[in-house]
């Protein structure tokens, strides 16, 4: 359930920990930090998120082979239960048009959006999925995940 204030903590983190051995990344602090330069053949450096302003809030840049004029977006699971983060805002927060492009390029840079359920501080794993909806057809396919540490927007 997503608060539309501050009543307290709301436990998220606490009821979902990260399994033990569970591969992960962690957001990256600054714009600059890169661990290493994407890499149009290795597929994990695709997608990378950044911590924003304050915990919960998210940027993100996603990379792309060649794809047809649309729209990027994302979705978000708790990574073991596989319970849907703020599914909707986050779908708008972080949906951008897209041209077609015929190789790999930048498609996504700077953008934002926020993981509500949880608290500052309390960890837990989310699958990030990036989809693309295509402008002619209105189909949707899922172009890759990644799994993140993360941490909810305490209002």
Not at 91 to 96: I, L, N, T
Request: proline content about 7%; overall charge negative; hydrophobic content about 30%.
């Amino acid at each position: 359930m997503e608060r539309a204030f501050n009543p307290g903590p709301d436990n998220f983190g606490k009821e979902h920990p990260i399994p033990t051995g569970m591969d992960y990344n962690i957001p990256l602090e600054e714009r600059e930090e890169l661990p290493c330069p994407v890499d149009s053949t290795i597929q994990n450096t695709w997608l990378q998120i950044w911590n924003d302003f304050q915990g919960g809030m998210y940027t993100y840049d996603f990379h792309y082979p060649a794809i047809e004029e649309g729209e990027i977006f994302l979705r978000c699971y708790e990574a073991t239960k596989n319970k849907p983060l703020s599914s909707e805002r986050i779908a708008k927060a972080s949906k951008v048009a897209v041209p077609s492009t015929t190789s790999f390029s930048k498609l996504v840079e700077g953008q934002n959006f926020t993981i509500y359920p949880g608290d500052w501080g309390d960890y837990y794993a989310a699958r990030i999925e990036v989809w693309h909806r295509d402008a002619k057809t209105g189909k949707e396919r899922k172009l890759m995940e990644k799994v993140y540490r993360v941490e909810g927007w305490q209002r």
